[in-house]
T-cell receptor
Framework: SQKIEQNSEALNIQEGKTATLTCNYT??????LQWYRQDPGRGPVFLLL?????KEKRKERLKVTFDTTLKQSLFHITASQPADSATYLC?????????????FGAGTILRVKS | DGGITQSPKYLFRKEGQNVTLSCEQN?????MYWYRQDPGQGLRLIYY???????QKGDIAEGYSVSREKKESFPLTVTSAQKNPTAFYLC???????????????FGEGSRLTVL
């Protein structure tokens, strides 16, 4: 069966450290993988997208890697800050009969302590 | 500012009642989506629409209905047939223009429905 798995346990790190979040998938062949940030009681906000032929993508303090052999994406936040505390969702783009569909993982909670 | 507006933010419903959640966007996006979010689970697709007057069932459409009479609006009705409607509902939109294949979604702030 198709699955997207993110760490169900919250990740607690100290301010200034690098946070690394994992997204693993099985039985998908996504053309794109996306990461979103979600704050409590709010809608997700798009952060980064990486294509299947890209190994790494960066945006300011964020870095995403995509290994289609391992079927895994890693999401890094360098020099983390308490304001980075949120739930981070990964999503795969798959094809539907009409348009495209994003399939989401359950998300990982990140807590950055000062 | 362009964006997606969902209302109401919080809604309480008695068993057996239908309720309608509103979703309006002014991003000029063709595609709109409804997702449901439950604790510990990924967002699950309820319905989606690529163009006006057309919509398709997602993975968990049973007990829900939608309409797409205007490009800007995509209301979701949670019917009494939905067995477990208490959840956080998210509306989203995306462009179907040239960046379409990337599938980036723009989400509203969500509506939390509680069945009493």
């Amino acid at each position: 069966s198709q699955k997207i798995e993110q760490n169900s346990e919250a990740l607690n790190i100290q301010e200034g450290k690098t946070a690394t979040l994992t997204c693993n998938y099985t039985n998908y062949s996504p053309a794109y993988l996306q990461w979103y940030r979600q704050d409590p009681g709010r809608g997700p906000v798009f952060l980064l997208l990486i294509r299947e032929n890209e190994k790494e993508k960066r945006k300011e303090r964020l870095k995403v890697t995509f290994d289609t052999t391992l079927k895994q994406s890693l999401f890094h936040i360098t020099a983390s800050q308490p304001a980075d505390s949120a739930t981070y969702l990964c999503a795969l783009l798959t094809n539907m009969e009409y348009g495209n569909k994003l399939v989401f993982g359950a998300g990982t909670i990140l807590r950055v302590k000062s | 500012d362009g964006g997606i507006t969902q209302s109401p933010k919080y809604l309480f419903r008695k068993e057996g009642q239908n309720v309608t959640l509103s979703c309006e966007q002014n991003l000029n996006h063709d595609a709109m989506y409804w997702y449901r979010q439950d604790p510990g689970q990924g967002l699950r697709l309820i319905y989606y629409s690529q163009i006006v007057n057309d919509f398709q069932k997602g993975d968990i459409a049973e007990g829900y209905s939608v309409s797409r009479e205007k490009k800007e609006s995509f209301p979701l009705t949670v019917t009494s047939a939905q067995k477990n409607p208490t959840a956080f509902y998210l509306c989203a939109s995306s462009t179907t223009g040239p960046p379409r294949r990337t599938g980036e979604l723009f989400f509203g702030e969500g509506s939390r429905l509680t069945v009493l």
